[in-house]
Every structure is written in C-alpha cells, then in structure tokens.
C-alpha cells in the first residue's frame, strides 16, 4: 500500500459569481482553490497555512466532500474519489472526519453533548441504541472530558471543552484522517496549546492522519510533519516542515514567518527588523496577473530587475515590480529541500536591502 493516505491533484474550486435579478448571469467566479496538489502521508500531519481568503478551508471542505472540486482530484489510497460508488463514497465519509473551526456555532446548543457526541452513531448506525451511551462516555474521556457530564449543554462547557467535544465527535466513527479547519483559532491562546496536543496525542494514539489548517505558522509548528503554504488559492510553499521552518524561500512564507512572536533572527532581515505584509489579499475574482503575491511582496520592489513603467508626470507610481513578477506565474519548484513559487525564491539570509 502506498505510504500516501490523501492527495490532491491540481484541484480546482471555483464559485460563479452572478448577476442580475430575473436573467441570473455569470459574470465570473470567485476562484477560492486554483490548482492545488498535496500529499498527506500515513500517520503523519499536513499543515495548511496561510491568512483569511486563502482558500484553506475550501480546501478542507472539498477534502470531506462538503463540496465538490471543479475539476482535480481527490484521492484516498490512491482511488478518485470520483469514480467511487455511493456505498463507497458513503464509507469514506466515515473514513475522514472533520473538527470545525468555531466551537461556539459548531456545536447545536439544543443538544446534550450526550446527543452530540452521539448523533454519528445513530446515523450511520454503527452502534446499536443500547451500546451509544457507554460509547459517548468513552470518546469523552478519549479527549479529556468528564463522562459524567454527558448530559450537560454545550453553553456549560468553556470553549476548550466545547472544541473537545467536537473532536470526540468526528472521532466517533473511528476515522482514518481528520480535518482539523483551523481547531484553535477562536479557542484563547491560554488553550491552545492544550488542544493541539490532545490531536496530536490522538494521532499518536489511534494512527490518524491529519490535515491541520491554521492562520499562522506558529500554531502548527509543533505538530507538523509537512507544511503547505497557500496563498490566493494556491499553494506558494510546500515541503518537509523542518525545511519549510528553517528555510522558507517564498516572501510570503518568510513574511508569515516573521510575525510568529520568537526571537528567531533567521526569520528577521538583514537589519533585524520584522516583514511586514502591507494591505489585504486581492479579491480571488480578479487576481493579479502573473505572480499572484506580486502586489504585495516585500521582496519584488528591492529586486534589481524591478523597473517603474510610469510615464513622466504620473501622480501615482506603479509599485516596482520586475516584469517577470507581474507577467509570468512562477510554477511550484524545488528550492532547498522543498518547493516554492517564486522568481526570485532564496532563504531570507541571503536577501540584502
Ligand atoms: Fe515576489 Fe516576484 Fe517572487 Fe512573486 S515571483 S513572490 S512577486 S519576488
């Protein structure tokens, strides 16, 4: 069997954006996944970062089959999805679970955490009635919570606890691979850390492989085998973590990097100071042309190549941008034991402003 449990090949999902009130046209559509290709191996944890409008958690929910690609695959054990029968698309559903971002609206707050945790059960019926309730109390203890409290309502719990009970619930039908979409990022960070170990003793535990999305960097350090950089859609770093952490090749990776709160200088520039990214994405309507990062990368106006093709008198200057930047997508390549998207892709400590 092939040691790669999940992938994805150049998956795309696009959503039509359209207009009119009686004639509904397509105008064009909000490319929230263009292109992707990731691997996740057995029994190990892919992280998936990059800001809001990303298209992280598009991906998650294409990954779980909330939502079908455009075009692309998804394969688990090396079977397209696509091609599977209903019965097996229907098994697979229990195969990859998923563990919500917000605790606070994932959890229906008119139910017990007994029915909750319970409710998988009783839809798929993998456990007969008589056998649910001893089942719940064992997935609330699998995940640190008092069984005794089977009965409570999800607003008596914290938010660390509500999250625990999420994650006793997509661990309910013994999946193989969960999708945690971003599992810490409405949780304090006083508990954070307590939840991304509990997934990761989990793993350990019950030989799950994993998915981790987060905004930032820091959250999946310690958990991490391999990262996936993603930005407007597509991913602009990838490869073994160790090498992505130590040497991050991408500006917008090395920007990222540089706001995680440690006193790494590899992660500053040459003069000490952080990288900061200026300014929102641009819409995934209308991306920029060429790299899609170009509009806002710290790296492409210091290059010597960046040119400023403003005609004499223009109030507004064009940002300085090589035309390679702006003209040219840059393809997923080797760079240092991993890959990145860019041109002009080196470690940080090479780039001199
Ligand atoms: Fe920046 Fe140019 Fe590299 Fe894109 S290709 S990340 S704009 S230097």
């Known amino acids: 069997m ?44 892919l992280g998936v970062v990059g800001e809001s409008g990303s298209g992280k958690s598009t991906l998650a929910r294409v990954l779980v089959g909330i939502e079908e690609p455009t075009s692309g695959q998804v394969l688990v054990d090396g079977t397209d999805v696509s091609t599977m029968s209903r019965a097996d698309r229907r098994a697979l559903r229990r195969d990859v679970q998923m563990v919500f971002q917000d605790p606070y609206t994932s959890l229906d707050p008119r139910m017990s955490v007994s029915e909750i945790v319970g409710e998988p059960f009783a839809i798929h019926r993998t456990i007969p009635r008589g056998g649910r309730d001893r089942a719940v109390r064992e997935l609330l203890e699998l995940v ?11 607003h008596q719990f914290s938010g660390g606890q509500r ?3 999420g994650i006793a619930r997509a661990l309910a039908l013994r999946p193989r691979i969960l999708v945690c979409d971003e599992p810490v990022s409405a949780l304090d960070v006083s508990v954070q850390g307590q939840v991304v170990n509990l997934l990761a003793d989990l793993q350990a535990e019950l030989g799950l492989s994993s998915v981790f999305i987060a905004h930032d960097l820091a959250v999946v350090r310690n958990i991490a085998d391999s990262v996936a950089v993603m930005y407007l859609g597509r991913v602009v770093e990838d490869g073994p973590a160790d090498s992505v952490y130590d040497g991050a090749r991408h500006p917008y990776s090395q920007a990222l990097l540089s706001a995680v709160p440690v006193a790494d200088p590899t992660v500053r520039l040459s003069d000490g100071r952080g990288i900061l990214l200026e300014g929102d994405p641009p819409s995934p309507v209308s991306p920029p042309s060429g790299c899609p990062f170009h509009t806002r990368c710290w790296l492409a106006p210091t290059l010597p190549e960046a040119s400023v093709p403003v005609p004499e008198g223009e109030e507004v200057q064009a940002r300085r941008v090589p035309p390679s930047c702006s003209g040219e997508v840059p393809l997923l390549v080797g760079a240092g034991g991993h890959h990145a998207a860019c041109h002009f892709a080196r470690p940080l400590a090479e780039v001199r402003r």
């Open 163 to 165: 999250q625990r009970v």
């Open 2 to 45: 092939s040691d790669v449990v999940l992938e994805v090949r150049d998956l795309v999902k696009h959503y039509p954006v359209r207009r009119g009130l009686i004639l509904r046209r397509t105008v064009g559509a909000v490319r929230a996944v263009d292109g992707v290709s990731l691997a996740l191996r057995r029994g190990s944890t």
């Open 144 to 154: 640190g919570l008092d069984p005794d409290h089977a009965n409570r309502y999800p």
